[in-house]
């Protein structure tokens, strides 16, 4: 079976739009193409900053035990799923330090890339990554610099193809939110 990640980097949960929209992307992919779904909520993960020292030691326990040590799960299991869907909002132009934290939790030579002599070559199994958002205010996706960052990380990974989903415009006042939404939401069979 085909297994599919779903990164929940969304906060308030209860109310997310941004949360919603995933959802609804992820009951689409799985009814097209049959996937099996896991979740990680990043907010719940307790993910490590990198520091000198969390670096200092991952470095150690990869040249000490490979890859066996509990740090690496997170970038063994990316590797591994066939697509990747990332719901995040729109936030000071980027997107929640959570899922800057996970990215680099899983940026682990050996792993998801490794270098030759002509450069970074992705290791990563996944042929497609959806990056889900909604945003207040208006932008288009080649200006989300939270996209642009996850479509250059895809790249580093091998991931063929990276598509942006998205919403503009939620926090303007006298626009209907759920009208946009649920258009948003009709319009999700064209944008797989």
């Not at 509990?70 to 970038?75: K, L, N, Q, S, W």
Request: aromatic letters at 10%.
């Amino acid at each position: 079976m085909k297994k599919l990640l779903f990164l929940n980097a969304c906060v308030n949960r209860g109310t997310s739009r941004t949360l919603r929209l995933g959802k609804e992307l992820i009951s689409l992919l799985k009814k097209s193409d049959g996937f099996y779904v896991s979740e990680l909520v990043l907010e719940e993960e307790n993910i490590p900053a990198l520091t000198s020292e969390t670096l200092n030691k991952r470095l150690e326990l990869s040249k000490a035990e490979g890859f066996s040590n509990e740090i690496f799960r997170y970038a063994k299991q990316f590797k591994e799923v066939d697509c990747v869907v990332i719901a995040a909002p729109h936030w000071d132009e980027g997107f929640p330090a959570i899922l800057k934290t996970y990215f680099e939790a899983i940026s682990v030579m050996g792993i998801t890339f490794e270098f030759l002599e002509s450069g970074a070559v992705g290791l990563c199994k996944a042929k497609e990554l959806y990056y889900v958002t909604t945003r207040g205010g208006y932008t288009t996706d080649e200006k989300d610099l939270g996209f642009s960052t996850v479509a250059a990380l895809s790249k580093a990974y091998g991931i063929k193809e990276t598509k942006c989903i998205s919403v503009n415009g939620l926090d303007f006042l006298g626009n209907d939110v759920e009208s946009v939404l649920m258009k948003a939401i009709e319009d999700l069979p064209n944008k797989i």
